[in-house]
């Protein structure tokens, strides 16, 4: 079957013909109809990310937003049939550790990254395996649009998750969001279903335009001011700085400025992870952040079971996935979009739905 293969770092990846997985006692195998194409294959396919251990081997297949039709089932599975529309969650999980059962399946002691280590092919693929599959495989509702549902694929998942689950979003709280990328512009769609205010902060004039469609209330362009988290702040009752601030980029500057934006008792919501510049190190206004009893919040990815809440308010048409998805591409564009994110031009999210 053809894949987009990768063999070394910063390398352009090409298309070559590798062979069909077949399902483990526990997998299904899936064949992809959509994938979304996303910042973190950038990060791993030019080497950044060594320090959380992620180092991609030759041979390997990313694609870690996928949605598919099941095509064939493991001896092991019993809640998934052939034919089964579904997605998974980027972090696949074992289900059974002490974290899969208080419902945080997201951050297993066990979490094998879909399409980032070897021994879990990834998406980019006519067809990819899905291990542990009665707990991660997740069944679409009827009808659903295959790139709608990629394009909820990590980041929106990843916004969501932080939003709804991490943080206390009230209706009337403002909330900024650093970084208008894929997972920034699913954060400002999120934050303002939510009842929120939002404050989009980017340096695109593209992106900032983009993030007003979706609900921005104010937006600051950190190219025409000289202080960001006073500029955010100008926006909020008595300049008093946002409820809660979301770093969606994860680079010191707007990890600073998100902390810095806050009111007191405000939060941060780091989705963001930091690049090869900062490996993973960023330094805080730590008295600041005691004084004024600010938090600092992680946030990794979703756990399955809370794709039902997407899918629910997607049904409602409160949410739309699909509106921060900005263009379909096939397979044979994958490594061109993956190489071109060095740019940080990208709006929105690219899906590849031709395979
Ligand atoms: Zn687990
Ligand atoms: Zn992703």
Redesign the pocket.
């Known amino acids: 079957m053809r894949a987009v293969v990768f063999e070394e770092v910063g390398e352009l990846m090409d298309v070559q013909e590798i062979e069909r997985p077949a399902p483990a006692p526990d997998e299904v195998v899936v064949e992809t109809e959509a994938c ?1 194409i ?1 910042r ?1 294959d950038w990060h791993a396919w030019q080497g950044d990310w060594d320090w959380v251990g992620v180092a991609p081997t030759p041979g390997l297949v990313f694609g ?2 996928p949605v598919g039709t099941v095509k064939s089932v493991g001896e092991d599975v019993d809640t998934l049939e052939v034919g089964d529309r579904i997605c998974v969650p ?1 972090n696949l999980s074992d289900g059974t550790c002490r974290y899969c059962k208080q419902g945080r399946a997201n951050i297993c002691e066990r979490v094998v990254p879909l399409g980032f280590v070897p021994f879990q092919q990834g998406a980019f693929a006519e067809e990819f395996p899905v291990r542990n599959a009665d707990h991660n495989a997740v069944k679409l509702p009827e009808g659903v649009d295959p790139v709608d549902v990629a394009g909820l ?3 929106f998942a990843t916004a969501f998750h932080g939003l709804v689950h991490r943080v206390d979003v009230t209706p009337g709280d403002w909330v900024a969001v650093h970084g208008c990328g894929g997972v920034g512009l699913s954060a400002v769609h999120i934050a303002d279903a939510l009842g929120a205010n939002v404050i989009a902060v980017d340096l695109s004039t593209d992106k900032l335009e983009k993030a007003e469609e979706l609900g921005a209330d104010a937006t600051v362009d950190v190219r025409e001011v000289d202080d960001v988290p006073l500029a955010v702040k100008e926006h909020t009752p008595n300049r008093r700085g946002v409820e809660v601030s979301v770093d969606a980029l994860g680079v010191a500057e707007t990890c600073r400025n998100s902390v810095k934006s806050l009111c007191k008792g405000g939060q941060n919501l780091q989705i963001g992870l930091t690049t090869s510049e900062e490996e993973g190190e960023v330094s805080l206004p730590v008295d600041t952040i005691v004084m004024d009893e600010r938090e600092f919040i992680g946030s990794f990815g979703m756990p399955p079971h809370e794709y039902e809440e997407i899918f629910s308010m997607m049904d409602q048409g409160k949410i739309d996935p699909g509106k921060i998805v900005s263009k379909t591409v096939s397979l044979d564009e994958v490594p061109e979009v993956v190489a071109s994110m060095d740019d940080y031009e990208t709006i929105g999210i690219p899906v590849c739905d031709d395979f």
């Open positions: 979304g996303c973190s870690h937003e980027f694929g990590c980041r």
